[in-house]
T-cell receptor
Framework: SQTIHQWPATLVQPVGSPLSLECTVE??????LYWYRQAAGRGLQLLFY??????ISSEVPQNLSASRPQDRQFILSSKKLLLSDSGFYLC????????????FGEGSRLTVL | KQEVTQIPAALSVPEGENLVLNCSFT??????LQWFRQDPGKGLTSLLL?????REQTSGRLNASLDKSSGRSTLYIAASQPGDSATYLC???????????FGGGTRVLVKP
């Protein structure tokens, strides 16, 4: 069966510090991978998606970047965090040639102080 | 651009009552529609996925319908239980298949 892992689960960082959130998927190959952010009162916002290694599409201009160094690994990064980067970050995956059901990880809570 | 709306934002029902959750979308060229459950501080759990060619999907006490012409989907939860308390989100998929647009969610409380 397929599983998705995200870490760290919780992170408190000062403004201006770097960020790295990691997501891995097990039990499948060549998945589509996604990073979403859920901020209080703003719903779920798609940040990045990837259809293959090294292929990243950005949905919203921002202080963040994403990378996919391996088939089942997706990393969300920032060089300098802003207060507005606080939120709940969710990684998700789905099959590339399936009906399109999306599966989410447990999320990473980021607080920028 | 697809917009997805869920009204009401919050709902409280007594245990045993049937739940009816609404989701509306603006673009009828929807690829699919997915319903999720989210517990506080947790990720999203997929409940049901309805393809654009389908009218409904069922799983246990859950039934979801899709009416593209009216731009609506409804999630029915029969005989609600306190364990059904959570936030329920719907999301519409674009034809390109790589983007889901989420509604704001409906927070449900089932009182024992």
């Amino acid at each position: 069966s397929q599983t998705i892992h995200q870490w760290p689960a919780t992170l408190v960082q000062p403004v201006g510090s770097p960020l790295s959130l990691e997501c891995t998927v097990e039990g499948t190959s060549n998945p589509n991978l996604y990073w979403y952010r859920q901020a209080a009162g703003r719903g779920l916002q798609l940040l990045f998606y990837s259809v293959g290694i090294g292929q990243i599409s950005s949905e919203v201009p921002q202080n963040l970047s994403a990378s996919r160094p391996q088939d089942r690994q997706f990393i969300l990064s920032s060089k300098k965090l802003l207060l507005s980067d606080s939120g709940f970050y969710l990684c998700a995956w789905r099959y590339t040639s399936d009906t399109g059901e999306l599966f989410f990880g447990e999320g990473s809570r980021l607080t920028v102080l | 651009k697809q917009e997805v709306t869920q009204i009401p934002a919050a709902l409280s029902v007594p245990e045993g009552e049937n739940l009816v959750l609404n989701c509306s979308f603006t673009d009828s060229a929807i690829y699919n529609l997915q319903w999720f459950r989210q517990d506080p501080g947790k990720g999203l759990t997929s409940l049901l996925l309805i393809q654009s060619s389908q009218r409904e999907q069922t799983s246990g006490r859950l039934n979801a319908s899709l009416d593209k012409s009216s731009g609506r989907s409804t999630l029915y939860i029969a005989a609600s239980q306190p364990g059904d308390s959570a936030t329920y989100l719907c999301a519409g998929g674009e034809a390109a298949g790589n983007k889901l647009t989420f509604g704001g969610g409906t927070r449900v409380l089932v009182k024992p």
